[in-house]
């Protein structure tokens, strides 16, 4: 594959498709930027054949499972996706089509990689895959006005696992073959941590986007929990029925919570020499630490409220980042004040 066309889908596609996480991709240090940004370009693929609606469920599954042996390797015939293109929707993302169509250059680029990190890629995609169709197998069949829900919190926490807590076990590793060594020990805590630090971050977009994913016949509110307060998924469909939710609602923000805070723990033991992967990781982090505050205020299931993180809450975000990291006890302070702080 050209150099230029490899670059140009590292950058401009890679923008386009990554939106806000962008800013955390390009602040990647040298080395480790390139493997995880294709990794992230791969997984997006799979995600927008999971969620390429007008297309059957066989066939979406079909897709992803062609995606899949050829990530890791186990065939070579190109890819066509020109059929799952042509399904998407006036609402999706032009830049999501295009990396359907440019597939085949993510994965030669993936095997231009060394080694160490196609093995990498390789395991972490297959984990993402895997959550994926298990997700269309729970939700993709139900029809109009359908809706289900995980049944119980290991369901959650297993999903939680498979699309984001085993990417923030990648990462780990990946920091691990490129960046700075540990002793068992560490090793150990960071991939603990790591793992938590994307399941915290799984379980925000969850909390946040609850009468959307309801909207799609997704709940991902453990069933069994929502029966013992008295509640279907259907209920929750009912803005007024927020009050009766709130005891499982407040369960999950607190796990998700504590999954941060693991997550802030895991970016303020990284080595202070780290500078770019610190601030890599203390941007969601401390952007997931914000919204779980908005989430507090109420207003979780009325769908015409859109709950986020303002554009100037963000830029506050990554300027107290930025002026307190050379002052180590005033670094660490920034989960406590991504907490605390008055929303605006």
């Excluded at 119980?152 to 999903?159: E, R, S, V």
């Excluded at 029966?227 to 998924?233: H, N, Q, V």
């Excluded at 009766?244 to 693991?262: E, F, G």
């Excluded at 997550?263 to 941007?283: D, E, F």
Aim: aromatic share 6%; with cysteine.
């Amino acid at each position: 594959m050209p150099a230029g066309a490899s670059s140009d889908l590292l950058t401009n596609l890679l923008r386009d498709v990554s939106r806000s996480f962008y800013l955390t991709l390009r602040v990647l240090p040298g080395g480790i930027g390139r493997p995880i940004g294709l990794a992230y370009l791969l997984a997006r693929a799979t995600d927008t054949i999971a969620d390429t609606e007008l297309v059957p469920v066989e066939e979406r599954l079909q897709a992803l499972d062609a995606l899949r042996v050829r990530i890791l390797g186990e065939r070579s015939a190109p890819l066509d996706f020109s059929k799952l293109v042509a399904a998407q929707d006036a609402g999706s993302s032009p830049a999501e089509r295009l990396l359907l169509v440019r597939i085949e250059e993510a994965l030669a680029a993936l095997e231009g990689l060394e080694a160490g990190d196609v093995q990498r890629i390789r395991s972490v995609l297959e984990v993402i895959t895997g959550g994926q169709e298990l997700d269309l197998h729970r939700f993709g069949s139900l029809g109009a006005g359908g809706l289900a829900a995980l049944p119980n919190a290991a369901a959650l926490d297993d999903y939680t696992y498979r699309v984001a807590g085993c990417v923030g076990e990648f990462w780990t590793r990946m920091c691990l073959a490129h960046l700075f060594r540990a002793d068992a020990a560490f090793e150990q805590s960071l991939l603990a941590d790591g793992i938590r630090f994307g399941q915290g971050l799984q379980l925000v977009n969850i909390l946040r986007d609850l009468p959307k994913d309801l909207g799609n016949g997704r709940c991902y509110l453990p069933a069994d929990e929502l029966s013992d307060a008295g509640l279907r998924p259907v209920d929750l469909r009912n803005p007024a029925n927020e009050g009766r939710l709130k005891p499982v609602y407040d369960r999950w923000l607190k796990r998700a919570d504590t999954h941060l805070d693991a997550g802030w723990r895991y970016t303020t033991s990284l080595p202070r020499g780290q500078v770019r992967m610190r601030l890599a990781c203390a941007w969601p982090a401390l952007l997931g630490m914000r919204t779980l505050q908005k989430l507090r205020g109420g207003g979780v299931l009325d769908p015409a409220r859109r709950i986020k993180v303002t554009r100037a809450e963000v830029k506050g975000v990554l300027w107290r980042s930025v002026v307190r990291l050379p002052v180590g006890r005033w670094w660490d302070g920034l989960g406590e004040w991504a907490r605390t702080a008055p929303s605006r």
